[in-house]
């Protein structure tokens, strides 16, 4: 079966760091992207960024550039996403997708598309 | 960024009966290179994770009843249930793959 497996539930303080994971199994790892997205009330479902593992082609959304960083391990069939200085607005359910790996005729590249794997979630609490 | 908008917010419907969703891009997610409309259909139960439905506006996912059925192009699109079942109740998202992933909303669905 096809499965991504998340770190557990994190509570932090503001001003922290932060390193949460996304293992694989079940498939070809290196042969699809991985994207985190985040789910909060207030804002519904945000992607955030996506790799591949493969060949560590990376993407963000403008949105979360610079605020985050996405890497993975391809030795160990796992991606994460990282935080250097947590804030409140952090706080949230931040989920790992698997993304099938297209030809992108519109831009020339290849890249991630609809997400039809999901990890069960991370939760992630900032409060001081 | 292309801002996907859902109607209704919230919809309830009878068992059996047939439920409509919309979902409308504030641009074209239409490549006419290859015909294919970059949107993809989620359904999420209480404390689980989205699970994809459809993809390229109107592919079911394998497993996926084939009440839920997906249509439309260029900008407004539709899932439709056919004949809700009890356990069809969750919210329901559109996601724009065309360029900058963006997400609806959300839907939703509930039992009358």
């Known amino acids: 079966e096809d499965q991504l497996v998340q770190s557990g539930a994190e509570v932090k303080k503001p001003g922290e760091s932060l390193k949460i994971s996304c293992k694989g199994s079940g498939y070809s790892f290196i042969s699809y992207y991985i994207g985190w997205v985040r789910q909060t009330p207030g804002k519904g479902l945000e992607w955030m960024a996506s790799?591949?593992?493969?060949?560590?082609?990376?993407r963000y959304s403008p949105s979360f550039q610079g605020q985050v960083t996405i890497s993975a391990d391809k030795s160990i069939s796992t991606v994460y996403l990282q935080w250097s200085s947590l804030k409140a607005s952090d706080t949230a359910m931040y989920y790992c997708?698997?993304?099938?790996?297209?030809?992108?005729?519109?831009?020339?590249?290849?890249?991630?598309?609809?997400?039809?794997?999901w990890g069960k979630g991370t939760t992630v609490t900032v409060s001081s | 960024d292309i801002v996907m908008t859902q109607s209704p917010d919230s919809l309830t419907v009878s068992l059996g009966e047939r439920a409509t969703i919309s979902c409308k891009s504030s641009?074209?997610?239409?490549?006419?290179?290859?015909?294919?409309?970059?949107l993809a259909w989620y359904q999420q139960k209480p404390g689980q994770p989205p699970r994809l439905l459809i993809h390229?506006?109107?592919t079911r996912e394998s497993g996926v009843p084939d009440r839920f059925s997906g249509s439309g192009s260029g900008t407004d699109f539709t899932l439709t249930i056919s004949s809700l079942q009890a356990e069809d109740v969750a919210v329901y998202y559109c996601h724009q793959y065309y360029s900058i992933h963006t997400f609806g909303q959300g839907t939703k669905l509930e039992i009358k």
């Open positions: 641009q074209n997610i239409l490549n006419t290179s290859n015909n294919k409309n970059y």
């Open positions: 997708a698997r993304q099938p790996r297209y030809y992108d005729t519109l831009t020339g590249f290849y890249r991630g598309y609809y997400m039809d794997v």
């Open positions: 390229w506006a109107s």
């Open positions: 790799i591949h593992p493969g060949d560590s082609d990376t």
